[in-house]
């Protein structure tokens, strides 16, 4: 057994899960989905979440500390990569010299 933790539109939640940890991510993804829209997931219930839902989600498989597998689904997140700070963006655009006595 392994513990499918969802993360979906910021909500995150644990769904114990009787399957092989070895699972592949398409049967993941699926039960994911099914779940989700069940019901099953306390406290993440979407009752119209499409299909592919989870299709360009990631998924990671970890032992817990207390041996304990876990399985995350999450989306993928841009790491090294952020938007430019606005005031970045106002220095680049102020004349050089300008605003000097």
Known sequence: MAILNI???GQSADY???LDFAASDADIRRIAVE???SGGVRGLY???LPDHAFDN???DRLDGPDGAQRIYLRPKVPFGRCAPS???LVLAATPL???RA
Request: proline share 5%; no cysteine.
């Open 7 to 9: 993360t979906y539109q």
């Open 16 to 18: 114990e899960l009787e």
């Open 35 to 37: 779940v989700v829209r």
């Open 46 to 48: 979407v009752a119209q």
């Open 57 to 59: 989600f990631v998924i």
């Open 86 to 88: 606005p005031v970045i």
């Open 97 to 99: 010299g300008a605003g």
